[in-house]
């Protein structure tokens, strides 16, 4: 059930990034950002489908990043990555500047704190921590912790692009 109540999510943030429109015949279509033969063109961006292990990955900060929607994507709303860390992984206290982001939690356990409370989270969480609003974590217990994150605006995701180190396996 984890898995179909992340694809939801990510299904769910997609939608939201970009409403579809009705075209001049009526029929109903999501707006297109890519040249591709099975994209209906009509905005700037399109709909698109990234399975299962799929995505630019990237090693940042000790975790390991699988890009899902990047900013390009959705037209700098929302940047979707699925997390990886390991038991022991500590986040420092750091803040987004301008950017909400979101956890929900697909496997392990998660600790840490966001502003002035605490949390524990654990599979099939959901957290918002807030923009500008100082926050970290830690991956507890013996097992990896695994998250969806959305961001938004989508700035992290660049970040993760620019300072991680690419991933071919």
Not at 74 to 103: A, K, W
Not at 138 to 156: H, M, N, S, W, Y
């Amino acid at each position: 059930m984890g898995r179909r109540v992340g694809v939801t999510l990510l299904v769910l943030v997609l939608l939201l990034a970009r409403p579809c429109s009705a075209s001049p015949s009526g029929s109903r279509r999501c707006c297109a950002r890519r040249s591709t033969p099975w994209a209906d063109t009509v905005g700037t961006m399109s709909f698109f489908v990234r399975p299962a292990g799929e995505g630019d990955r990237y090693e940042f900060g000790g975790a390991t990043f699988t890009v899902k929607a990047d900013g390009d994507d959705t037209e700098g709303r929302v940047g979707v990555m699925e997390q990886s860390g390991p038991p022991g992984l500590t986040v420092p206290p750091h803040t987004h500047d301008g950017e909400d982001e979101m956890f929900y939690v697909l496997s392990g356990e998660l600790r840490g704190f966001c502003g002035d409370e605490r949390f524990t989270a654990s599979e099939g969480s959901f957290l918002f921590l807030p923009r500008d609003v100082e926050h970290g974590f830690e991956v507890v217990g013996d097992r990896p912790a695994r998250a969806l994150t959305i961001v938004g605006p989508a700035k992290f995701d660049a970040l993760i692009r620019s300072q991680g180190r690419p991933l071919t396996s």
